[in-house]
Nanobody
Framework: VQLQASGGGLVQAGGSMRLSCVISGNIGSIHAMGWYRQTPGKQRDLVATITNGGTKNHADSVKGRFTISRDSYANTLYLQMNSLKPEDTGVYYC?????????????????WGQGTLVTVSS
């Protein structure tokens, strides 16, 4: 699986931005996908996830402002970000988790995209 993220840039507080992540490779084995955010000196934090069944999960800090979605036909993952705040600034990474079952044991293999920088000015 390969992931190619895009859509980052500079936006003013209160503005909107949409991130995209094109997925290629062994797509059929993907169980879930998500977006994570990382700022300098801090760990990579979950922003939102979506499963193959369409179940979505958003971090409390972005609920009501960000929406994760997936276009299965275009093999693309999106993150619509509205009402952006300066604290949303960071490098956003898309993530895909492949699930493989061998001898009754489930193995999860995460793959990361290259990251796209989002800067929200106050």
């Amino acid at each position: 699986v390969q992931l190619q993220a895009s859509g980052g840039g500079l936006v003013q507080a209160g503005g909107s931005m949409r991130l995209s992540c094109v997925i290629s490779g062994n797509i059929g084995s993907i169980h879930a996908m998500g977006w994570y955010r990382q700022t300098p000196g801090k760990q990579r934090d979950l922003v939102a996830t979506i499963t193959n069944g369409g179940t979505k999960n958003h971090a409390d800090s972005v609920k009501g402002r960000f929406t994760i979605s997936r276009d299965s036909y275009a093999n693309t993952l999106y993150l619509q970000m509205n009402s952006l705040k300066p604290e949303d600034t960071g490098v956003y990474y898309c993530n895909a988790v492949r699930t493989v079952v061998r001898a009754g044991i489930t193995y999860n293999y995460p793959t990361w995209g290259q990251g796209t920088l989002v800067t929200v000015s106050s």
